[in-house]
Nanobody, 123 residues
Framework: QVQLVESGGGLVQAGGSLRLSCAAS????????MGWFRQAPGKERQFVAA????????VYADSVKGRFTISRDNAKNTVYLQMNSLKPEDTAVYYC????????????????WGQGTQVTVSS
C-alpha cells in the first residue's frame, strides 16, 4: 500500500508560480513511478507530468512543457511539481498518483491516488 498526500495548492495570479508537494508513505514507495494529474470543473482528469522511480526520466503534457517541472527526493519520499508562468487554464484540482509500471501518461495505469490540492490562477 502507498499513501499519498498533496500540499502546496492555492490562489495565484497569472504569471505566478506554485510548488506542489506529494508526500508518499509505504514500504515500496521508492520503487513507484509518480505522476501528477489535474481535473478542472466539468472536465475529465488529465495527465500533467510523470517521473520514473529513479528520477532519471520525465514526461510532460504538451500544455505544460517548458513551464512545469517534476522532480522527486526519494530520501524524503516526496515528489514535487514546480509550476511557473501559470495561466488561468491551469486552474484545477491537482492529484498525485503512483504506479509500478506501464505508460506513465495513462491514468488507468496508476494504482494509488492522493486526495488532491486546489490550484486557482486568476487573470
Amino acid at each position: 500500500q502507498v499513501q499519498l498526500v498533496e500540499s502546496g495548492g492555492g490562489l495565484v495570479q497569472a504569471g505566478g508560480s506554485l510548488r506542489l508537494s506529494c508526500a508518499a508513505s509505504g514500504r515500496t514507495v521508492s520503487l513507484h513511478h509518480m505522476g501528477w494529474f489535474r481535473q478542472a470543473p466539468g472536465k475529465e482528469r488529465q495527465f500533467v507530468a510523470a517521473i520514473t522511480w529513479s528520477g532519471g526520466n520525465t514526461v510532460y503534457a504538451d500544455s505544460v512543457k517548458g513551464r512545469f517541472t517534476i522532480s522527486r527526493d526519494n530520501a524524503k519520499n516526496t515528489v514535487y511539481l514546480q509550476m511557473n508562468s501559470l495561466k488561468p487554464e491551469d486552474t484545477a484540482v491537482y492529484y498525485c498518483a503512483a504506479t509500478l509500471g506501464g505508460r506513465l501518461e495513462l491514468m488507468s495505469n496508476y494504482d494509488y491516488w492522493g486526495q488532491g490540492t486546489q490550484v486557482t490562477v486568476s487573470s
